[in-house]
């Protein structure tokens, strides 16, 4: 399988080179030549696979220079970092169902990827043969940095620095980070929102000046954000585990359609489920899930991607995204793949911070897509609905798009496909805000919260947070976005 760049140009790489570049040199994202496909008895004969098993069994379907047996033994140890089945199918009612994406390291859905991508990469520089010691910059909305910083940690040959929003992050993924232990890691603070941090990263791997002075140095520069095509890979599997879950636990038959509905930031755990059903995953509709930060669902409504608005501060900050990079990709897909076009739209948001799509363009992204989105009222209402009518506890993304499928079935009463609810936080990540949400109080602390919380839920409370409370931040830079760059120059003097 080789992969080209959504913005065109002859470049057509192998997907260890894909993995280890990042981002193509046009500044494209890697996308597959074609989707590779999985007949149905190609999915029957998975049904008895462990959760490993199926993710080396779809990722060996796109990283085809990576050997088979090497990804085995990867997916093995990745989720072996998990708590118990790392995407565990929760019912909530009839035909409503939660996928858990959050039981590794970090409790965020981000490890799903992130746990296997160090294995990707390091695999890849030697397919690649690139000798370099590899630099990873991640630009973090919140759970990312967190995620990623915990994969690396250590890891020969990388080192990794993680950049958030000194504004944009929650208290306890703050804590998270600045606490990372590892001598290959460095956080800092960037002044602005996620898409300014976003833009500065973007900015330094299209730098040739920076590109090149970094090779002095004997680095190479890698990204673990997900328009890495190593961090989409992981995710399709998921879809494929939880459709077969469904049909072992005779919930559907084999070959019945299903939705998803996905909360969205980057775009990139959509794009994921997209990516499943152009493999022949039965899927009908993904439901596109945001916060008070609707540009996807105006997007999906009309064919206008306008960033020329408001930025709201909510809390679900992993979703609090104006540019998701990872649309780029399904944009390429309904323009037919043509890449000149795909160049042009994403120099106009650049430029002029807006795009459109053409009408048969936006017909097509229909078919498959709706988009929804909850305001901090109604995504509260969704979350606390659901404790009160089952006693299920979830985080603030997945109550944002719990809310668009309510939306969804009240719309749509004789609709009878089962819908999957695709969450992505372990709920004692965001303490406070799911508190509030579930018994209407408030509290200063993040850790009085997961104490309350705990005492309104009985949910067992993970140790890598709880432990949070007695460590002390090694990380305390703030930086501002125009001066990155040195603060990696600093970093790798070191
Ligand atoms: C990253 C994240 C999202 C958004 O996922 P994308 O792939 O960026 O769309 C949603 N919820 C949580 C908790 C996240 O960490």
């Known amino acids: ?64 220079d990576y050997d088979r047996e090497g990804l085995l033994s990867a997916c093995k140890a990745a989720y072996a970092k998990f708590d118990g089945d790392p995407a565990p199918l929760v019912r909530l009612d009839d035909g409503v169902f939660i996928l858990e994406l959050w039981h590794g390291p970090t409790c965020a859905f981000k490890d799903m990827a992130l746990t296997l991508l160090p294995y990707l990469l390091r695999k890849g520089c030697d397919l690649c043969g690139i000798k370099e010691e590899i630099l990873i910059l991640v630009a973090t909305s919140g759970d990312t940095g967190k995620a990623a910083l915990e994969g690396f940690k250590d890891a020969d040959g990388v080192k990794i620095m993680v950049f958030y929003p000194s504004d944009g992050v929650s208290k306890m993924q703050k804590l998270q980070m600045c606490t990372q232990e590892g001598g290959n890691v460095n956080v800092v603070a960037v002044k602005g929102n996620f898409d300014d941090c976003q833009t500065a990263v973007k900015e330094i791997f299209a730098s040739a000046d920076c590109v090149e002075k970094l090779k002095e140095h004997n680095i190479a520069l890698s990204s673990a954000n997900s328009i ?114 795909c160049a042009k739209r994403m120099e106009d948001l650049k430029k002029l911070g807006r795009y459109e799509i053409t009408a048969e363009e936006l017909a097509e992204i229909k078919q498959t897509f709706d988009g929804g989105y909850a305001d901090e009222e109604t995504a509260v209402e969704a979350m606390y609905d659901v404790f009160v ?3 299920y506890t979830m985080d603030t993304h997945t109550g944002c798009a719990m809310k668009v499928a309510v939306d969804w079935f009240e719309k749509n009463k004789k609709d009878e496909t089962n819908m999957v609810v695709v969450s ?71």
């Open 228 to 341: 890495n095509f190593g961090r989409l890979a992981p995710q399709i599997a998921y879809y494929f585990s939880a459709y077969l879950d469904l049909v072992s636990s005779e919930q559907i038959a084999m070959g019945e359609e299903i939705d998803f509905t996905v909360p969205t930031g980057n775009f990139g755990n959509i794009l994921a489920a997209y990516y499943a059903k152009r493999m022949g995953l039965p899927i009908r509709r993904l439901h596109c899930a945001s916060n008070e930060n609707k540009i996807l669902t105006d997007f999906l409504e009309t064919g206008v991607y306008d960033t020329r608005r408001e930025f709201y501060k909510t809390t679900s900050p992993s979703m609090d995204i104006l540019v998701s990079s990872n649309l780029e990709r399904l944009i390429f897909e309904v323009s037919g793949r043509n890449s000149k076009l």
């Open 1 to 64: 399988m080789k992969f080209v760049s959504t913005r065109g140009g002859a470049e057509k790489v192998s997907a260890s080179r894909a993995i280890v570049m990042g981002l193509a040199s046009n500044g494209g994202l890697f996308v597959p030549e074609k989707f590779p496909q999985v007949s149905l008895s190609e999915l029957e004969g998975m049904i008895e696979m462990d959760y490993p098993e199926r993710a080396a069994e779809i990722l060996s379907k796109y990283l085809t």
């Open 424 to 494: 992505t936080a372990n709920p004692y990540k965001f303490p406070q805000d799911v508190l509030y949400a579930v018994t209407g109080n408030d509290v200063k602390d993040s850790f009085k919260g997961i104490k309350r919380l705990h005492a309104a839920t009985a949910m067992a409370v993970p140790k890598c947070l709880s432990s949070l409370k007695d460590k002390t931040p090694r990380f305390t830079r703030t930086a501002d976005a125009k001066k990155l760059f040195e603060e990696i120059l600093e970093f790798i003097k070191k």
């Open 389 to 391: 009518d089952v006693g």
